[in-house]
């Protein structure tokens, strides 16, 4: 599997972003541009200058658009969301070396709006899961009380719920009960 280290950090801060949507818990989570800021700060993004009402707007816009990419069925289609978000960020790569990270690529051009930062590593790190044909790996969670999004990097790609308490939960049910039953199947000699 082709998927580095950056693009597993930019798809925890997409899954973060599109599980704070009002359809997912009922509630914005980014209600304000001070839930905006936590948010920059909980994911480290770098970067950013202060924020604006017009930043929150945008960052809200964007949401929409990415999680249309886990709701769409052909991957041409979710490939021409992935291009118009990319595009539209206007995005500059290059080589960085900044609070011990080690050399890596920011696509976002310097000191680019949030709105425009994360379109372009978001859109890109979905660019790479595309190229490296794990696209199957962006899951809905299947808890059919629950909208949350998730990557599943789990080696034999098997994960069906997200990880919040109610459905990690749910899991570990499901499977202590599997195990119940296997070991009750097991005929005693
Ligand atoms: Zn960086
Ligand atoms: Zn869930």
Known sequence: ????????????????????????????????????????????????????????????????????????????????????????????PRLVNHDHHGWHIHYFAPHAAIGDHLAAELGMALAFIFMAGERERLRRCEAPDCARVFVDLSRNRSRRYCDSRTCGNRLHVAAYRARQRSAEAVPSA
Not at 30 to 42: C, G
Not at 45 to 69: F, G, Y
Request: aromatic share 2%; net charge negative.
């Open 1 to 92: 599997m082709l998927i580095t280290h950056d693009t597993e950090c930019a798809l925890s801060i997409l899954v973060d972003l599109l599980n704070t949507a009002p359809e997912v818990c009922g509630t914005e989570r980014l209600p304000d541009v001070a839930a905006l800021n936590a948010f920059v700060v909980r994911q480290e993004i770098s970067e950013i200058d202060s924020l604006t009402e017009e930043d929150l707007h945008q960052v809200q816009a964007l949401r929409t658009r990415l999680r249309e990419v886990f709701g769409t069925e052909a991957t041409e289609d979710a490939a021409e969301l992935v291009n118009a978000v990319v595009a539209a960020a206007g995005t500059t």
